[in-house]
């Protein structure tokens, strides 16, 4: 892994000069340039790791929901959308939360920022570049768990387009959640410790593998301080029966929770911080 990072580096040398500010060039384009730039760093790192990274992150939903195949043989429709639904989203905490966190540690401790502080970037920008990271890492397995999930139960969702802005909505919330982590955690086995905490919880804790009604009454109360339970609200409608209000509503919270995470990682970036 480093010595991709170093790699993509390498062959970005050209960065500075390339962001470096024109006369006649729009502000804009300028921004947009830099945020490409770091983007296509980004795909430079995974692109000999992402084939592994979909399938560890497939994997472990997969296997939890052929186990809840092998649990309830003879399921309820609204228990086969609960249990796919659930197991994509589990997908996205997997990579967006523990994978990102983890990453953005390692990264702080091996330096790497170092780099970025010797270009003329801004951090909204880096950030951009993370978080689209976290997109390309999340959506293969999020496919793989829609296909298998449809092939093990032998279903037919209800496909609505609103099912493409609250994934892309779900993965970015957990993309920075994890971001945050990476960037709050003083060193990468705190932050590998967080991760995998927040997994757990987040997974059998909070309305995700089940719903709320099934949690205790604290853990309900709980869940509602955690995005994942407002993506999953909003996924289990869309699947088994469209669109309505509270999709709305759950969709306008994590816009909320978007913006909050993005503002609080923009404060705690520090380019000298190792």
Excluded at 148 to 167: I, N, R
Aim: net charge positive; proline share 4%.
């Amino acid at each position: 892994m480093k010595a991709t990072m170093m790699e993509a580096m390498e062959q970005q040398r050209v960065l500075p000069q390339s962001v470096i500010k024109r006369e006649g060039i729009p502000a804009w384009k300028r921004k947009v340039s830099e945020v490409a730039t770091m983007c296509w760093m980004q795909m430079l790192e995974l692109r000999e790791s992402w084939m592994w990274v979909v399938v560890l992150a497939s994997i472990f939903p997969l296997t939890t929901l052929l186990f809840m195949k092998f649990l309830n043989p003879n399921p309820t429709p609204e228990y086969i959308v609960q249990a796919i639904a659930g197991n994509m989203i589990f997908a996205v905490i997997l990579t967006g939360v523990n994978v990102m966190s983890q990453n953005i540690a390692w990264q702080k401790e091996q330096g790497h920022f170092t780099y970025y502080l010797s270009l003329p970037i801004h951090k909204l920008s880096f950030i951009i570049a993370v978080l689209f990271r976290g997109l390309l890492n999340t959506i293969p397995s999020v496919a793989v768990m829609a296909v298998l999930g449809a092939l093990v139960y032998q279903v037919d969702f209800h496909y609505s387009w609103w099912l493409l802005p609250m994934f892309l909505l779900a993965i970015y919330v957990c993309s920075a959640f994890g971001t945050m982590i990476g960037f709050w955690a003083k060193n990468q086995q705190l932050a590998n410790m967080m991760g995998q905490v927040l997994l757990m919880f987040l997974s059998f804790l909070s309305p995700v593998m089940v719903t709320l009604d099934q949690l205790p009454a604290f853990l309900q109360w709980i869940s509602y301080l955690f995005p994942t339970t407002y993506i999953a609200e909003a996924a289990r409608t869309l699947l088994l029966s469209g669109y309505d209000a509270s999709v709305g509503w759950n969709l306008l919270i994590l816009v909320g929770y978007a913006l909050c995470f993005t503002v609080l990682i923009t404060k705690k970036i520090n380019w000298r911080t190792k």
